[in-house]
T-cell receptor, first 109, second 115 residues
Framework: GQNIDQPTEMTATEGAIVQINCTYQ??????LFWYQQHAGEAPTFLSYNVLDGLEEKGRFSSFLSRSKGYSYLLLKELQMKDSASYLC??????????FGAGTRLFVKA | DVKVTQSSRYLVKRTGEKVFLECVQD?????MFWYRQDPGLGLRLIYF???????EKGDIPEGYSVSREKKERFSLILESASTNQTSMYLC??????????????FGEGSRLTVL
């Protein structure tokens, strides 16, 4: 079967660093997405990893290990506006992207 | 500003009613998708379309149908709504052309309640 696991909720403090983990087992793999979704809004694209390693984009970085079926999203210098759900998703090929249930991140002052 | 627009943000329908959810994108994308989003389950793919008049079943197509008569428009139809179809419905689109990461562009969502 296809499975994507990520923690349900996390809490972190403003200004801190938080790492959101994602593990996956899928029948196909073209790449891994991270999306951000604020409450009541559409998901928006954060990153896409195809190759192993770390990709940095401003305060956000995403890491992928294909051999371990593992990814993480790293958020630095947390701000209150980073409170949102973070969705891990795998592009399995054939136009199919499979999503995890999402991690709700609460940033406290 | 590129956009995916869903016709209704909130709908309340009765069991057995026929429901139409409309989605329009202005990015000339070939591929369009309908997902439903439920707490603890994430986004699940209902149907997708990679061309006009083409459609493919996703992971949970039962109880739903779709229509793609024009490239920019993708409709989700619930022939006879049931209470277990109460959910948030998200439309998305993506391009097949290069350069392409396969990034999905989502609409704001349609929250459907079936009584």
């Amino acid at each position: 079967g296809q499975n994507i696991d990520q923690p349900t909720e996390m809490t972190a403090t403003e200004g801190a660093i938080v790492q959101i983990n994602c593990t996956y087992q899928t029948s196909g793999f073209n790449g891994l997405f991270w999306y951000q979704q604020h409450a009541g809004e559409a998901p928006t694209f954060l990153s896409y990893n195809v190759l192993d390693g770390l990709e940095e984009k401003g305060r956000f970085s995403s890491f992928l290990s294909r051999s371990k079926g593992y990814s993480y999203l790293l958020l630095k210098e947390l701000q209150m506006k980073d409170s949102a759900s973070y969705l891990c998703a795998v592009d399995t090929g054939g136009f199919k992207t499979i999503f995890g249930a999402g991690t709700r991140l609460f940033v406290k002052a | 500003d590129v956009k995916v627009t869903q016709s209704s943000r909130y709908l309340v329908k009765r069991t057995g009613e026929k429901v139409f959810l409309e989605c329009v994108q202005d990015m000339d994308h070939e591929n369009m998708f309908w997902y439903r989003q439920d707490p603890g389950l994430g986004l699940r793919l209902i149907y997708f379309s990679y061309d006009v008049k083409m459609k493919e079943k996703g992971d949970i197509p039962e109880g739903y149908s779709v229509s793609r008569e024009k490239k920019e428009r993708f409709s989700l139809i619930l022939e006879s709504a049931s209470t277990n179809q109460t959910s948030m419905y998200l439309c998305a689109s993506t391009s097949s052309g290069a350069p392409n990461t396969g990034e999905l562009f989502f609409g704001e969502g349609s929250r459907l309640t079936v009584l």
